[in-house]
């Protein structure tokens, strides 16, 4: 797997030196065969970097569910350190696959004391009740929340045990400086000024899932299967509402607050819509007690990506450096570039580009206390059990100075 990556890696690299090639000799303006072949290696280049990223993800993901036990969701013997938490995987994990019906008296009892009805924010309303999700299971799906948005994975990620309202100050002090103090002379007051937010904890549902009899029977990996559909259909939400979320009965997103850092002359599509000078003034945008942090990455839309790929700098030398290695990612700039395709794609005003440190800007809220419900009897004549999760979540931009966004004029 390691070889045929690397491979891929360097016909990756290939294809990227035939495009910088063209654009160096014609001056950034191929026409003609020119034109055609820069078509073709971009092609390639885009096949390659699917591939590449579809591999490295994959790697991610089998080292992610590595932890997780053959036999479904009960963690391996030497993580196992409590007793009755490892009771209660096992028994979760023969609910999952038989029902309840099918456990011992104890075992009844025991996954009856874990059944919670989740409320929501408020904790006035209370919603259809679920049973609490073990360690192993929730951490499946944590998982594949990072594999399948990067909002969760790049961001501050804070974990709860209850989801009540988080008051959450914010600060900017950048602004205010110290001073030289005179002799026998009364220190100057400044206050710092803090503004308020909070973390909610709103109530996520996977929607309904159906599994067939055959596949529970058949499938000797049900458990892993299932977190990763319910894991994949929760990431994808969150993912978007922590990125252009209104924050109205729902999270605020990062690029719905975010402070535009930059404009361009025209869109993405257009020529001269991005360009060297447009990035640099957006990284620049940054005040320098942000500039210098270690964590600094782009993130964009695919279509934004697509457009920075073609930059050169004034000495001809292109922007965009791929990666030559497995594991290593590409960059822009000198800078990573995370790929949100919930971002805006490239359009009349869109805000297709950011920058900044994500973690450092943006919170995302998890509540631990995941809840799961079987239903048996719904769909018994096809032979079908439907399955719901709940997660309760929460996001909001807590430093606007830490990133920033590159936003195209409005016509």
Known sequence: MTTQLQDRIDKRAQAWHAMVEIMERTGQNPS????????????????????????????????????????????????????????????????????????????????????????????????????????????????????????????????????????????????????????????????VTLGTNSLDSYMYTSKLVRVSYQLMQDNP?????????????????????????????????IVTNATVGATTSSTFALTGGVNFAALVDLIESLDPAYGGLSDLKFMGHQTARKAVRKILDSQN????????????????????????????TEAIGSKSLGFGSIREAYV???????????????????????FLAFERADGTLQNASAWKVLQGPAS
């Open 221 to 253: 990996k049900f458990d892993a299967w299932l977190a990763k559909r319910l894991g994949e259909r929760i990431g994808r939400i969150l993912n978007q509402h922590f990125t252009t979320g209104t924050g109205t009965a729902q999270p605020d997103g």
């Open 32 to 191: 003609g065969e020119d034109q055609q072949a820069y078509a073709r290696a971009e092609a390639q280049y885009d096949s390659e970097d699917a591939v590449i990223a579809q591999a490295e993800k994959f790697l991610k993901l089998a080292a992610a569910n590595s932890a997780v036990d053959r036999k479904g969701v009960v963690a391996a013997a030497e993580d196992i350190t409590d007793e009755e938490d490892a009771r209660y995987e096992r028994v979760f994990n023969s609910f999952i696959r038989n029902g309840q019906s099918n456990l011992e008296r104890e075992d009844r009892q025991l996954l009856a004391s874990k059944f919670t009805s989740p409320q929501n924010a408020a904790g006035t309303t209370t919603t259809a009740g679920g049973y609490t999700i073990p360690p192993a299971f929730r951490d499946a799906i944590i998982q594949q929340l990072k594999y399948f948005g990067p909002m969760v994975q790049e961001a501050e990620l804070l974990e709860t045990s209850g989801g009540q309202n988080i008051p959450w100050p914010t600060n900017d002090d950048t602004g205010n400086v110290g001073a030289i103090l005179a002799e026998n002379t009364a220190v100057t007051e400044q206050d």
């Open 317 to 344: 030398r292109p922007l965009w450096e791929p990666s030559l290695q497995a594991g290593v990612p590409s960059n822009l700039m000198g800078y990573e570039f995370v790929l949100n395709n919930d971002m805006a």
């Open 364 to 386: 995302v809220r998890i509540v631990q206390d995941m809840k799961m419900m079987r239903l048996d009897e719904r769909y018994a004549d096809f032979l079908q059990v439907g």
